[in-house]
T-cell receptor, first 114, second 111 residues
Framework: EADIYQTPRYLVIGTGKKITLECSQT?????MYWYQQDPGMELHLIHY???????EKGDLSSESTVSRIRTEHFPLTLESARPSHTSQYLC?????????????FGEGSRLTVL | QKEVEQNSGPLSVPEGAIASLNCTYS??????FFWYRQYSGKSPELIMS????GDKEDGRFTAQLNKASQYVSLLIRDSQPSDSATYLC???????????FGRGTSLIVHP
């Protein structure tokens, strides 16, 4: 069973608020990812990291930012939330030492911006 | 642009039948192939991975890979209502750390 945790699981906030979605994994994985997914829709990669102090933007443009100060921690921040940011945010990690590329997903953070 | 194509469905099968889910990909250098299952409102979970041509079986699940034709499929034998979910196909090249996901196929297994 994967040990990757996301908090909060659900968040309802007003427009203009700053929010941080937390993601932590205890597997020592070096690669971590943030995906955005609307209900019934496909996964969109918004950020990824190959290790400490490494962050890159994904395929889908996002106003969010990420940081990777510690291997196990990959938080996502929205400085000023808007209703268009309403979505589910999924964090994932992988250890590619064996070059398998299998992703382990957290349970997700469902964000609603009013 | 790497592409992974799946029929969005829904694919509806009766309980006990074989469900066949298909996926095609465009990048010929793809090396790793994955099937994830995602229940409504939940996150994806890996159910099968396959790396070489042929079949790979795990319980009721069989993944089939044909690199020459650039397709990968997932067969679910003795389908159960609990198999009702969206199945995501993902493909990764050897030089990339980022898998490309398809849109997913919705499977409905009715009693």
């Amino acid at each position: 069973e994967a040990d990757i945790y996301q908090t909060p699981r659900y968040l309802v906030i007003g427009t203009g608020k700053k929010i941080t979605l937390e993601c932590s994994q205890t597997m020592g994985h070096d690669k971590m990812y943030w995906y955005q997914q609307d209900p019934g829709m496909e996964l969109h990669l918004i950020h990824y990291s190959y290790g400490v102090n490494s962050t890159e933007k994904g395929d889908l443009s996002s106003e969010s930012t990420v940081s990777r100060i510690r291997t196990e921690h990959f938080p996502l921040t929205l400085e000023s939330a808007r209703p268009s940011h309403t979505s589910q945010y999924l964090c994932a990690s992988t250890d590619l030492a064996g070059n398998t590329g299998e992703l382990f997903f957290g349970e997700g953070s469902r964000l609603t911006v009013l | 642009q790497k592409e992974v194509e799946q029929n969005s469905g829904p694919l509806s099968v009766p309980e006990g039948a074989i469900a066949s889910l298909n996926c095609t990909y465009s990048d010929r250098v793809s090396q790793s192939f994955f099937w994830y299952r995602q229940y409504s409102g939940k996150s994806p979970e890996l159910i099968m991975s396959i790396y070489s041509n042929g079949d790979k079986e795990d319980g009721r699940f069989t993944a089939q890979l044909n690199k020459a034709s650039q397709y990968v499929s997932l067969l679910i034998r003795d389908s159960q209502p609990s198999d009702s979910a969206t199945y995501l196909c993902a493909v990764k090249t050897g030089g990339s750390y980022i898998p490309t996901f398809g849109r997913g196929t919705s499977l409905i297994v009715h009693p």
